[in-house]
């Protein structure tokens, strides 16, 4: 992938699942990798062993990593990690905005306080990061990339998922805004929205026959997403290959968001 090789990236939510397959996907290419954990270094560790693999694997010498503690929902935690991040690598030159969570409950009766909480993660704390990343740009006068993993949920309503399902309604928009804002700075800012994937997160339905096939009927191509193909779109958005690409969403779906009900005549043809 044109343009990787030698940038220093930084991905949120690092750890598992997603946030993890795009960090290994990134060292393939090249890129020096900070990978932010939540509480303790140790959960970071696979991801960093993942990486050094893939690099040997690959024979790239001289890719770094580094790990970076931060509560993305915390401010000051965030401004620590970008001033770690940047001191260990000597710069940033793409931002994942990764870390996410959900809770699910009946929307009705949804405690505020859960709301808040994946509101705060999943839209704010990409606020605070997205924040740090373009002044971080905007200070060293160099180009910058943005990636939002936002998801499907930002268009297909997800009931029992309330906080959720705006959280990523939010991102949509944020995505948008903040491409429009800074496009002619040389930033771009683009999101991936993964459909049903095969990650940690989601292992109640796909280690459950019956539920994993109710959620293929849903998917027209039959199958779940890997983590790693969400990877590979968002290394395609951050390389120069997508150089004239900005304020996109890059739906990485099986074609879920193709309303696949309609797949049969509903007409009165």
């Given at each position: 992938?044109?343009?990787l090789?030698?940038?220093n990236i930084?991905?949120t939510g690092?750890t598992?699942g997603?946030g993890?397959?795009?960090a290994?996907r990134?060292?393939?290419y090249?890129?020096?990798?900070?990978i932010?954990?939540?509480?303790q270094p140790e959960?970071?560790?696979?991801?960093?062993q993942?990486?050094r693999d893939c690099?040997k694997?690959v024979?790239r010498?001289?890719?770094?990593?580094?790990?970076?503690q931060?509560?993305?929902a915390r401010?000051e935690?965030v401004?620590?990690m970008?001033?770690t991040?940047?001191?260990s690598?000597g710069?940033?030159?793409?931002l994942?905005?990764n870390a996410?969570?959900?809770?699910?409950e009946?929307s009705?009766a949804?405690?505020p306080?859960?709301?808040?909480?994946v509101?705060?993660v999943?839209?704010?704390?990409?606020?605070?990061c997205a924040?740090?990343?373009?002044?971080?740009?905007?200070d060293t006068g160099?180009?910058?990339?943005?990636?939002?993993?936002s998801?499907?949920h930002?268009?297909?309503?997800k009931?029992?998922?309330l906080?959720?399902?705006m959280?990523?309604?939010g991102?949509q928009?944020?995505t948008?805004t903040?491409?429009?804002e800074?496009?002619?700075?040389g930033i771009?800012?683009n999101?991936?929205?993964?459909g049903a994937t095969i990650?940690?997160i989601?292992r109640?339905?796909?280690?459950?026959?019956?539920?994993?096939?109710q959620?293929?009927?849903?998917i027209p191509?039959?199958r779940?997403?890997?983590?790693?193909?969400?990877?590979a779109a968002?290394?395609?958005l951050a390389?120069?290959?997508?150089?004239y690409?900005?304020?996109?969403?890059l739906y990485?779906?099986?074609g879920?968001?193709?309303?696949p009900?309609?797949?049969s005549p509903?007409?009165?043809?």
């Amino acid at each position: 992938m044109r343009g990787l090789k030698g940038k220093n990236i930084l991905v949120t939510g690092g750890t598992s699942g997603i946030g993890q397959a795009i960090a290994v996907r990134f060292s393939e290419y090249g890129a020096n990798i900070a990978i932010n954990y939540l509480k303790q270094p140790e959960e970071a560790a696979e991801t960093e062993q993942q990486i050094r693999d893939c690099v040997k694997k690959v024979n790239r010498q001289g890719v770094r990593d580094v790990l970076v503690q931060a509560d993305v929902a915390r401010p000051e935690e965030v401004a620590a990690m970008f001033a770690t991040a940047v001191d260990s690598l000597g710069g940033i030159d793409v931002l994942i905005n990764n870390a996410g969570i959900q809770i699910s409950e009946n929307s009705d009766a949804a405690a505020p306080e859960n709301i808040a909480a994946v509101l705060d993660v999943n839209l704010k704390g990409a606020v605070y990061c997205a924040q740090a990343a373009i002044r971080h740009f905007l200070d060293t006068g160099k180009p910058g990339v943005i990636i939002n993993i936002s998801s499907v949920h930002q268009v297909i309503p997800k009931p029992r998922y309330l906080g959720y399902s705006m959280s990523k309604g939010g991102m949509q928009n944020l995505t948008r805004t903040l491409a429009l804002e800074f496009a002619d700075r040389g930033i771009r800012v683009n999101a991936v929205a993964p459909g049903a994937t095969i990650t940690p997160i989601n292992r109640a339905w796909v280690d459950d026959p019956e539920k994993r096939d109710q959620v293929l009927t849903h998917i027209p191509m039959g199958r779940a997403g890997e983590a790693d193909e969400m990877g590979a779109a968002a290394a395609f958005l951050a390389s120069d290959d997508a150089a004239y690409i900005t304020g996109q969403t890059l739906y990485v779906d099986g074609g879920l968001t193709l309303y696949p009900d309609f797949r049969s005549p509903w007409s009165s043809e």
